[in-house]
């Protein structure tokens, strides 16, 4: 379980996309929400909430940069 923390705390405070490779790293950052959002122990449900804001965040940085998103793409 602390392992679990440890990746939605990762998750949430890498903020920023990196700007040497913006499309790239919100790649990587949508990947590995989507595994925590897949992940069995994250079932409780103020994890679900951080990692349903952080994908809302992510998504609303990318769209900001002129990266094409899930819906987008």
Known sequence: MRNL?????LAMFETALNP????GDYKAKKKAL????????SSD??????????TAEL????KAKGIKTGEDA
Do not use: S
Not at 20 to 23: G, L, N, S, T, W
Not at 59 to 62: G, I, R
């Open 34 to 41: 989507q595994d925590l959002q897949m992940d069995p122990n």
């Open 59 to 62: 998504e609303k940085e990318a």
């Open 20 to 23: 040497a490779d913006p499309k």
């Open 5 to 9: 923390i440890n990746k939605i705390e």
């Open 45 to 54: 449900p103020e994890i679900k909430q951080a990692i349903m804001q952080r």
